[in-house]
């Protein structure tokens, strides 16, 4: 483990405390109670470089401040718990940058304070452990003519320990990154230059790492799954810097310390508007190539006859997919949460779909691009989501030419780049960490295809019902005779059995009819009903499980609430009706749920956290004091259904059928309880289930299913 402070930066910080808490939001002055607040003095009084805020400058060596964009994130630690604060802007006179910050009021001692240079360096998640603090080194950067992009620098304070809050603090930084300067010259173009980027294959350029700052030394640079092997600078056209004479321009990037040993190659490709050009370099004996921790590195590259191709424009329709685990997700516009839906698809090339949600229109916007449908633009606002604007939202596109995917990043913050969160059930949104960000962009067809759906998916008969059932289709995008029906025995067989005497499809009526024979036999029976619908742009199904009873036997009746769609937005302030999906179709009323994405949620959270199985995709989330009620003509005798409790906290459910209480069910937080009771006796009336939330936590159940009378 490497030391790295330096004397860089001296720090002079005058403190008076807050008694007001900020987490990882910028801090705002409370209008009582005690404030801290830093004075930060650069090592010379350097004019800052345009748009830059710490910047280096390539004749001293040394760093100057801004005047505006200048954040600490700073940490106070007692009694093993740590309170970060992100600073107010800093203030900067005469070379001096200022900056508040607010802490709660606190008698412990000692205490620890720790500061990360820029606040965007510090991982927001899950990160408070001083002795183990995750830091980033953006590998998407841009920097000026003349200096690195200062929010890929990263210095560390020195910890310092105090025996009470400090009325002033002296402190002093550390580099804990390395810094490139690469002049790129000779390159056979004299078109600005868009983009460069330096690869070292099997090193650790950039990334995530891991910091002691008690100790004052870096544990590991570029984690497990969190690095990578390049780093990529923007530039844009109106810089007009261009490489093509023999003084050439000069790169600035931060980096891991690491070294290209003799015999090993890097690679430098650099992008103009109309080509992209390649040059790949083994470093001589003698002379490695070594990045050191607040060091310069200073190195130049020729461009002559470096390998070249045409800039790919990228222009039209595109599905945008992220491959995980051998599975293709497709970026729709739908929202999840604070992220965009994804949805499996089967890749093809072009991608023929009816769903307009999941094509998007690339299009070429001066030195970016814009992803959009219709007027609405693709955008990143904060944290780990992605949304549609209104507005134009400038986007990065980057090709990864030896694996064919593309990298999209935000081009107002690089470091914000498009990806498949690594949870199968998550969504896209713009990240900084190690989520899925190798993305495919598949040329898309907007196609009116075939749709066929019923309006239940299972008729469960008693073994007596003989009746004919008649279950509404919807027919899109084809006509009656493009509709076939076919009738197979069990779950999976291919035989057609002969108890189902009818099955099928009135186009008129828009309707499947369906009737059996009385089962005579002790086992109950399953069947298929599959209706296809066929065009000349492809083929939808709809299935219809048939499930009856065996002789004698009451039948039972399950309920997956997939006709449940309440408004995306809302969030357990839902009310309303929705029909089931079981025979004679009942109607539930809910009062105070939530929305399906919510239910999700809580599904995919036990699964993962507890590693809790939940059978079926499609729950229902009751919110605090909500209920869930529906009618079953002629009574029930059993009843059973799974709930689910978030880590919200603990819950409680009090059941009634036809107004009497049938029990109550508490769950704690995190888990899953089955509800099940028999011996519920109706004597042939309708029987009302109604489940009622209590004001502690919302639940999520489904699974649900009842024995008829």
Known sequence: MKTFFKSILAVAVCASLFAACSKDDTVSDPSNGRKVTMTVTASSELESASGSRTTYDPLTGKISWNETGEYLQVFETAASKTTYANSQEGTVSDGTAKFAVSFPENTNTPLVYNAVYPAS????????????????????????????????????????????????????????????????????????????????????????????????????????????????????????????????????????????????????????????????????????????????????????????????????????????????????????????????????NPYKTGDETLIWTITKSGDNYTISQGENYLSWESDNSATTSTTPYELVITKNKSEGTYQIASAATPSRILAKNDQAALGFGFYTGSQTKDLTLIPAEYVKLPEITLDQTTLTLSYNDTETHYIPVTLKNAETQDVSVAIYDGTEGTEQPDWITTGDYNGSENRLEVAATENTVATPRTARIVLTATTSLGTAQATLTVEQAAAGAKAWVSETFENYKPDAGSAYNSNGTFNGVTTGTPVWTYAKCGNPNQSKTDRTTLSNTAGITVSSETYLTIGKSGSLSVTIPGGITALKFNALTSSKGSATLTVTVGGKSVGTLSITKNSKKVFELSDIVCNGQDATIKIEQNTENRTTIGDFSWQLE
């Open 121 to 348: 360096a510090w991982i927001t998640s899950n990160n408070t452990d001083i002795t183990n603090m995750k830091v980033v080194t953006r590998t998407s950067q841009q920097p000026t003519a003349t200096s690195f992009d200062s929010n890929a620098d990263l210095l560390i304070a020195k910890s310092i320990s105090l025996e009470s809050q400090p009325t002033e603090l002296q402190m002093s930084f550390g580099r804990a990154v390395a810094i490139g300067k690469m002049t790129v010259k000779n390159l056979a173009s004299e078109e600005p230059v868009l983009g460069v980027e330096f690869t070292a294959p099997d090193k650790k350029v950039t990334g995530r790492s891991y910091v002691d700052m008690t100790a004052g030394t870096v544990k590991e640079y570029g984690y497990p799954g969190n690095f990578s092997d390049n780093v990529t600078l923007s530039y844009s056209s109106e810089m007009n810097l261009t490489a093509n004479g023999a003084t050439g321009m000069t790169a600035y990037f931060t980096c891991f310390p690491f070294e290209v040993a003799a015999g090993e190659t890097f690679t430098v490709t650099v992008t103009t508007a109309s080509k992209i050009f390649t040059k790949t370099v083994t470093v001589q004996e003698g002379r490695p190539l070594a990045f050191a921790a607040g060091d310069s590195s200073t190195f130049a590259v020729d461009m002559t006859d470096a390998a070249e191709e045409a800039t790919e424009t990228l222009s039209g329709d595109y599905v945008i997919t992220a491959t995980q685990s051998e599975i293709t997700y497709a970026m729709s516009s739908l929202a999840d949460g604070s992220r965009l839906a994804p949805v499996v698809i089967t890749p093809s």
